[in-house]
């Protein structure tokens, strides 16, 4: 079983929607969980960390994080062509590394 | 500011050239981070330095060598290495290793192994 599991997509969305990503994780020690947006060759850029189990919003994104199903998801509400990207969803465990997914391929069609 | 740099941009090498990857960042943090990342590959971690000291090295082959001079500063040394080696290298940093702080990726150095 893969530490951080993503389904890799292509998630296509139209302009306006909301884009929900999913992701679990295997490690029941796991403390911190972050989004991370990267459009082609570029690197990754933070929009989302969360800690604690309920919502988090930020602008047009909300992170959702259940410890107990050991499951974290990101909507992003009113969906642009410029969100199109790979989302790659990352879990910390308690030692010095932070684990990432194989990241979520988003297209937004206008 | 969540600035880190990374030079050069895009570096093209031999197998048989030396070249080292630089990272900065003047935030504070005590951790960085170098990460290789193949296309449509999620970044893999190489290697991690906490208060200035190497803490992980994953299982790295010897032709990559890190460097860390000071708390701001972080370097990679290539020597060697093979086409396969070809990827976007990335470096991160965060405020404290131990904690539960977020990383801030650079913009990454695009390497070529010809």
């Known amino acids: 079983q893969k530490e951080v599991e993503q389904n890799s997509g292509p998630l296509s969305v139209p302009e306006g929607a909301i884009a929900s990503l999913n992701c679990t994780y295997s490690d029941r020690g796991s403390q911190s969980f972050f989004w991370y947006r990267q459009y082609s060759g570029k690197s990754p850029e933070l929009i989302m960390s969360?800690?604690?189990?309920g919502d988090k919003e930020d602008g047009r994104f909300t992170a959702q994080l259940n410890k107990a199903s050991q499951y974290v998801s990101l909507l992003i509400r009113d969906s642009q062509p410029s969100d199109s990207a790979t989302y790659l969803c990352?879990?910390?465990?308690?030692?010095?590394?932070?684990?990432f997914g194989a990241g979520t391929r988003l297209f937004v069609k206008a | 500011d969540t600035e880190v740099t990374q030079t050069p941009k895009h570096l093209v090498m031999g197998m048989t050239n030396k070249k080292s990857l630089k990272c900065e960042q003047h935030m504070g943090h005590r951790a960085m981070y170098w990460y290789k990342q193949k296309a449509k590959k999620p970044p893999e971690l190489m290697f991690v330095y906490s208060y200035e000291k190497l803490s992980i090295n994953e299982s790295v082959p010897s032709r990559f060598s890190p460097e860390c001079p000071n708390s701001s500063l972080l370097n990679l040394h290539l020597h060697a290495l093979q086409p396969e080696d070809s990827a976007l290298y990335l470096c991160a940093s965060s405020q404290d290793p131990r904690r539960h702080y977020e990383q801030y990726f650079g913009p990454g150095t695009r390497l070529t192994v010809t």
């Open positions: 969360i800690y604690s189990n």
């Open positions: 990352a879990v910390k465990t308690g030692g010095f590394k932070t684990i």
